[in-house]
């Protein structure tokens, strides 16, 4: 080195603070020990914020949203297709997130292709891609079962091990029909006996997320200590670790926490059934808080999701054949009914306009939470459907589909509406987002309504 030279000396730069991504809040309560799952934050990822600092691909989470006696097809099918296409009076709704949603019209439930039972076929072909199998009605108009496991339990087999909960199943409208077999009961099956117990309670929904620790011998499920103030002392010390924007982050995560608990009390009736919806719920004079309760879920599955909780979701926003009645219209009858009347048919067009409200508070939901990045709603597919094409036929061709969010980069960004040159198969959409969450898979559904070709034009 030369004697005119000065050795400069540059200072180590300062190591990034990495969280491991299964970090937990903890705390202890009069009850025990207490963990908070937490959302994504800056510190768990990349410099760039589109994976986690392991290496590890952010997660695509996954959602069947179900409404019962379809559409109004002339007031849902949008004119165009590809990218210019216009929002229908039916799809109206959905103006602020219509860049994440795929319109998918003209397929066939190849399931149902026997045509034994309107509502029956429909349901279980396109949630399942399997024909529905017969049981004695013991006085029913009909009864069934699903014929194999529907599209979201084959998905949580395959990522369900990977989260606390592998998948959770909420419902809004209580008036399901019960009468004619899980079917209709249900809209998610892991197999032909194995119907999975739907959550109509939002406090139940919540208790199973995040209130681990309330005490057993308490069936009204109020919190014994606050949870927030449980993991406290956790709180403070990982905020003195982490950057500025993840402080905000975590701070945002315990407000909605908190919200959420006000929130849920307000909705009546406060009620909490462990183990499944229970009909002794009581209406507000005569009527279902429809609206309240589609928004609190929508928080608790945004919140669900941000956490890591589950990546596998099922809703059921109003049964097959239900008893709903969309009071909010003006209806004073229950849309099954009214579905199948000439003079009905202007009250059903705005119960499928109100159900496509909640679908957007959804996905906007979604859309507002940042994961790195990105947001859940990149992250995400929501298979939208029904169990008719419209009540009024029992028709289950050109079913009402939706398949909404960006897969993780897989499906396209702004949305587009696909029709059916012949009547494509509905098995082959579920394929297609079978094989995001695992590449390998060869076919979906079975029998008359297998499909082993997925449709390609979600595709980026």
């Not at 939901?365 to 990149?378: F, I, Q, R, W, Y």
Request: with cysteine; proline share 6%; aromatic share 8%.
């Amino acid at each position: 080195m030369s004697k005119t030279m000065k050795r400069i000396v540059r200072p180590h730069a300062p190591s990034r603070f990495v969280l491991d991504r299964r970090t937990l809040l903890r705390g202890v309560a009069a009850t025990g020990a207490v963990a908070l799952a937490i959302p994504t934050l800056d510190a768990m990822l990349d410099s760039h914020g589109e994976a986690f600092a392991d290496g590890g691909a952010l997660p695509v989470r996954f959602m069947t949203w179900f409404f019962g006696n379809g559409a109004i097809l002339d007031r849902w099918t949008p004119e165009g297709q590809g990218t210019n296409w216009e929002l229908t009076e039916e799809l109206q709704p959905l103006e602020n997130v219509r860049e994440y949603c795929n319109i998918l019209s003209g397929f066939d439930v190849k399931a149902g292709g026997q045509h034994r039972r309107g509502h029956h076929d429909g349901v279980a072909g396109a949630f399942s891609g399997f024909p529905f199998i017969e049981l004695p009605a013991n006085g029913a108009n009909y009864s069934s079962k699903f014929g194999g496991p529907s599209i979201d339990q084959v998905i949580a087999s395959i990522i369900g091990p990977q989260t606390y909960l592998p998948s959770m199943h909420v419902g809004v409208s209580k008036r399901v029909t019960k009468g004619e077999g899980p079917t209709l009961q249900y809209i998610s099956h892991k197999g032909p006996d194995q119907p999975v117990t739907t959550q109509y309670e939002p406090q139940e929904v919540f208790d199973t997320l995040f209130n681990n620790y309330t005490p057993e011998d308490d069936p009204s499920g109020p919190l014994r200590v606050s949870l927030l103030d449980a993991v406290n002392a956790d709180v403070k010390r990982l905020q003195k670790r982490v950057g500025k924007t993840d402080k905000e982050r975590l701070d945002a995560h315990l407000q909605s926490i908190a919200q959420l608990q006000k929130q849920i009390q307000a909705i009546p009736p406060a009620c909490t059934v462990p183990g499944g919806p229970s009909q002794d719920n009581k209406d507000v004079d005569g009527k279902e808080p429809l609206e309240e309760v589609s928004h609190a879920m929508a928080e608790m599955v945004a919140l669900a999701w941000a956490c890591d909780v589950t990546r596998v979701v099922s809703w059921q926003q109003s049964g097959s054949v239900g008893g709903t009645v969309y009071h909010m219209t003006g209806a004073t009858t229950e849309e099954h009914g009214l579905s199948h009347e000439p003079g009905g048919q202007e009250l059903v067009h705005q119960a499928v306009v109100f159900n496509m409200q909640c679908f957007a508070y959804l996905l906007q939901t979604l859309k507002d939470t940042k994961v790195g990045a990105k947001n859940l709603l990149d992250q995400s597919i929501l298979y939208l459907g029904s169990d008719a094409a419209e009540g009024i036929t029992h028709s289950i061709f050109d079913q009402p589909i939706i398949v909404a969010g960006g897969a993780g980069g897989a499906f396209k960004t702004p949305g587009v509406h696909y029709r059916s040159p012949d009547g494509e198969n509905t098995s082959d959409i579920l394929l297609r987002m079978l094989q995001v969450f695992d590449p390998a898979a060869t076919q979906a559904g079975g029998d008359m309504g297998a499909s082993t070709k997925p449709f390609t034009g979600l595709d980026v």
